[in-house]
């Protein structure tokens, strides 16, 4: 009977997972659980360096942050679109858009967002900003930005970039609150941020080319500070470099191509040694060459196209190193498609190289890429983007640059984000393809304008407006096959179901004449600082 159970459990054992079973073939395979911060605490500073250092040495590493950069924030960044609209009606499902409102925020946020009021030191614009945090997302993993009120800014309001390596990953400790913090992030029982502890910065240190942090840490409040990365585990503090699945092959590579070229530029030369077949012969017949290298060798010039004879004694012995042979290339492809891969980006956008693509398996690939990017954009919006915009908006109702009830901040705080899109692979067959979609009814015309990064209201407000200026320069367009009747438009305007509201019109007409006050004083201040200065 003893047997038989043996038995059995080896039977049942083969037939478990084979991920599961331990063999000298899976010995060392990682077994024992660990959780997430644990492993990111030992290797939160190696890997961040390593990562920094392949960026600066690696084309392939700065390539993909290049990549990054491009595809989540593009030549253009984010564009904010305001989206206020009134009380839903029957006339307006949706609400009638509150255009004053709007511009407003809008004209004002686009001053903003200029150097010298959006970053605390006057070296950013928002672009820029968001370039940078791209950038240390790509590398580090991490993206921190502490928002600033009461600063210089007419707003009252900037951002300042924090180095990732500043918020201190050594930190861990129980506190008295019942809080912890855990690698320089300070958690509240919900795992929620409460405050981020960051070393101090020392920039005479960085004079004499040393560190410049130094201890004790300085605490900065979650509501002042975001700490953004790619959260891969629920129970996960602080992120990992975008570059970590790769740099072990990405380091690899370089060795090797090193020791290719290397080896390549030697088997070019091909030259070879003399040796020497009578070692005990006279002195006269031993070789004295032409001259001697610095450790005493003996040497012998060579010209291209000259045949030499050789001293008694000597024979030539060619040495004709053969690496890199043919296979070179198909393992160079092979090495750089999974690096590809475990970047999350597409062999031929790394490396460039389009041989053998067609116009369908380039579609493909560059779909399944670009619903990745769009991911990306999504958490950098909601990171990013969103919680600063509140704030922006926020401190500028409350220092008078934008004429709005603070008590209706949440009516007013509807944004947006458009970020960037696109070429199509082939143009006329995509663009064609969405005129069937929307005609079949699969798709409607604001799904498809959204999805180029566009708003529909504004793209009709600008094709009404150059259908009226071709009109009275007696110009006839395209666009005129978009037609709405003057008795259909007529009815928009006059439904007697909606009339217009006096009141809400009176109240619309004195918020764009406080605005339009407000913003002429700024200009003039504006002006008179610029002639201060001179």
Not at 235 to 261: K, V
Not at 262 to 274: P, W
Not at 351 to 357: A, K, M
Request: proline share 5%; with cysteine.
């Amino acid at each position: 009977m003893e047997r038989q159970g043996f038995n059995e459990g080896l039977s049942v054992a083969a037939r478990s997972y084979a991920a599961a079973q331990l063999t000298r073939l899976t010995n060392d395979w990682v077994s024992a659980p660990v959780s997430p911060d644990q492993d990111i605490r030992l290797a939160l500073r190696i890997v961040r360096e390593r990562a920094r250092d392949l960026v600066k040495n690696n084309d392939y590493a700065k390539k993909f942050v290049n990549l990054c950069r491009s595809n989540i924030v593009g030549p253009k960044g984010f564009s904010l679109q305001m989206d206020v609209h009134g009380p839903r009606t029957r006339k307006y499902p949706r609400g009638k858009l509150d255009e004053n409102a709007n511009l407003m925020i809008e004209d004002a946020w686009n001053e903003w967002t200029e150097n010298q009021n959006c970053s605390v030191n006057g070296r950013f614009s928002f672009w820029g900003i968001q370039d940078m945090l791209a950038k240390y997302l790509a590398r580090d993993g991490e993206g921190a930005i502490q928002m600033i009120r009461g600063s210089k800014s007419p707003f009252g309001f900037s951002l300042g970039m924090i180095e990732t390596e500043a918020i201190d990953e050594q930190h861990s400790q129980k506190l008295g609150n019942g809080n912890v913090v855990k690698m320089g992030v300070e958690l509240d029982e919900w795992k929620r941020p409460v405050n981020y502890y960051l070393k101090n910065r020392i920039p005479e240190m960085e004079l004499y080319g040393g560190l410049p942090y130094s201890f004790p840490p300085k605490v900065i409040s979650a509501n002042d500070m975001i700490l953004g990365f790619d959260q891969e585990y629920e129970n996960q503090t602080r992120g990992m470099s975008w570059l970590t699945q790769s740099m072990y092959r990405l380091r690899m590579l370089t060795g090797y191509e090193e020791a290719a070229i290397i080896n390549a530029r030697v088997s070019a030369a091909k030259m070879g040694f003399f040796e020497q077949i009578d070692p005990a012969g006279s002195p006269t017949s031993q070789f004295v060459g032409q001259g001697k290298d610095a450790k005493g060798n003996l040497i012998m010039d060579a010209e291209a196209g000259t045949m030499q004879q050789l001293p008694a004694g000597l024979k030539f012995a060619p040495w004709s190193p053969e690496y890199p042979t043919a296979q070179h290339a198909m393992f160079m492809k092979t090495t750089l498609r999974g690096i590809s891969t475990g970047l999350n980006v597409s062999y031929e956008s790394l490396t460039g190289d389009l041989e053998g693509v067609n116009y369908s398996s380039i579609r493909d690939g560059k779909i399944i890429e670009r619903d990745m990017w769009r991911i990306y954009q999504r958490f950098f919006t909601d990171t990013y983007l969103k919680p600063i915009f509140r704030e922006w908006l926020k401190m500028a109702i409350l220092k008078g640059i934008l004429p709005l009830d603070i008590t209706k901040f949440e009516y007013y705080c509807r944004a947006i984000w458009l970020g960037r899109r696109w070429e199509y692979v082939d143009p006329f067959k995509d663009v064609e393809a969405e005129i069937l979609q929307v005609q079949a009814g699969f798709k409607t015309a604001t799904q498809v304008i959204a999805e180029r990064g566009n708003s529909i209201d504004e793209l009709y407000t600008e094709l009404a407006a150059e259908k009226s200026l071709a009109a009275s320069m007696g110009l006839t367009l395209k666009t005129d096959e978009i037609q709405l009747s003057g008795p259909a438009a007529a009815a928009v305007e006059n439904d007697p179901a909606n009339p217009p509201n006096p009141d809400e019109q009176k109240a619309r007409a004195l918020l764009n004449e406080a605005y339009q006050i407000l913003r002429k004083k700024r200009i003039e201040n504006k002006v008179r600082e610029t002639l201060d200065a001179e």
